[in-house]
């Protein structure tokens, strides 16, 4: 090999101490791969592959032209287009839940269980900044950077008011109908 | 640049509280519950798994909503809707546990403090063995006496049983029965007691447990850091 092809192979995984007996075997091989056609075709939304610095070998020339080869790529008929449902990724009132699950709380929520709802909620609120920093939280002691930590992270996950109510309200007929085995 | 990996809640909890007691909040979800709430809809999964979460607490199946929270979070820990749901979880259990304690040791009259319940509850569990135990034998000490007198009274066609006999077996049996029924009565009520007793402490002792799980799941979606040399 000059030293010419040798640069310009420079990005092959060939090993240049390979016999000409081995390439040669390797290129042949090659050839009958090139020549079963396999295409891919890229969707335009598909990036670009990067082949800039990648030097692709010359393709032989065709062995038989009219052949079809059983290799041969075929494009898959286009699939039907999923709808354009938006996929609900949050839930801000008890309308957006299941209709079943809906059913099911809005039975719940008599006088008794709004009630206590609402008294839990006011306690929340009232214990909101100290629930979980004070000294035998569930979090334990915390140092400057976790309250700062525990601050933003309260901030990113609010939710509604309506949703909390739902949370309790499945939280509290839960322990009511515990199971105990 | 260096990658961090995310601190598996299921691993973490493994390690912190152990194998055994945490398998059975780590069994993950259940696929058919998840596909009914996906069928016609188009929740995202970490909605779908808050749904199932919520339809669990209302079947009153608190260790299923459990595993769905935490494997709702395993898989995106940026779900606001199973946050909260922990968080809300966390807060009323611990407003019931303390309530609970002042409960359980007013209502409860063999109970004296909350120091060590695994003992209170095994003491119970003994003592209401022993006493079905003691139920078991003086009612069949019951059956035996009654069946003697039902077998002694005299009829027309028995030649053996006479009148006169037969009411003084009647006159000697009769407190006896009485008596052990008294018994039985007594015991029973113990034992009832014992019982009920019983089901106050194992929901309270449950209710802590929950809340040690969800309170360190909280704790590893809002400090990842203070577990990654665990992982």
Redesign the interface.
Same mark, same amino acid.
């Given at each position: 090999m000059s030293k010419d092809d040798k640069d310009k192979n420079k990005d092959f995984t060939v090993s240049e101490h390979l016999s000409n007996d081995k390439l040669k075997m390797i290129q042949d091989t090659y050839d009958i791969y090139s020549d079963e056609a396999i295409e891919v075709k890229r969707k335009a939304a598909e990036t670009k592959p990067v082949t800039d610095n990648l030097k692709t070998p010359e393709p032989s020339p065709p062995r038989k032209e009219g052949k079809k080869s059983k290799f041969a790529y075929e494009p898959i008929a286009e699939t039907k287009k999923a709808g354009s449902?938006?996929?609900?990724?949050?839930?801000e009132s008890i309308e957006n839940?299941?209709p079943?699950?809906q059913k #099911?709380?809005k039975r719940?929520v008599n006088s008794v269980t709004k009630q206590e709802v609402n008294k839990?909620i006011d306690?929340?609120e009232k214990?909101k900044d100290k629930?979980l920093t004070k000294n035998n939280s569930?979090?334990?002691k915390m140092s400057n950077t976790?309250k700062m $930590?525990?601050e933003r992270?309260m901030a990113?996950?609010?939710?509604s008011k309506e949703?909390?109510e739902? #949370?309790?309200t $499945?939280?509290?007929?839960?322990?009511? #109908?515990?199971?105990?085995d | 640049m260096k990658q961090f990996k995310t601190v598996s809640i299921k691993k973490t909890i493994q390690t912190n509280i152990g194998k055994t007691k945490a398998e059975k909040f780590l069994k993950g979800i259940d696929f058919s519950d998840m596909a009914a709430m996906t069928e016609n809809s188009t929740a995202s999964s970490s909605v779908n798994i808050y749904q199932c979460a919520l339809g669990k607490l209302l079947d009153g199946e608190m260790e299923k909503a459990i595993n769905y929270i935490i494997y709702g979070l395993d898989l995106d820990r940026d779900s606001k809707l199973l946050f909260n749901l922990c968080k809300n979880m966390v807060f009323t259990l611990s407003k019931q546990v303390e309530g609970n304690v002042t409960e359980l040791l007013k209502n409860t009259v063999n109970i004296k403090n909350t120091e060590n319940l695994d003992k209170d509850r095994n003491i119970f569990r003994n003592k209401i063995k022993d006493l079905e135990k003691v139920v078991n034998i003086e009612t069949a000490k019951l059956e035996k006496l009654e069946t003697e007198l039902f077998n002694s009274r005299p009829s027309f066609f028995s030649v053996n049983k006479l009148f006169i006999p037969y009411q003084f077996k009647k006159k000697r049996l009769k407190p006896q029965i009485k008596t052990i029924k008294a018994s039985i009565n007594t015991l029973t009520e113990e034992m009832e007691g014992y019982k009920s007793e019983l089901r106050e402490l194992e929901k309270h002792t449950k209710i802590e447990e929950y809340l040690k799980v969800l309170g360190l799941t909280l704790e590893i979606c809002i400090f990842p850091t203070r577990f990654s040399t665990q992982v």
């Open positions: 449902n938006k996929i609900i990724t949050d839930i839940l299941n079943d699950l #099911n709380i719940l839990l306690e929340i214990e629930f569930i979090l334990g976790e $930590a525990l992270k990113e996950t609010e939710v949703v909390t739902v #949370n309790l $499945a939280i509290l007929s839960g322990l009511n #109908n515990l199971n105990i | -």
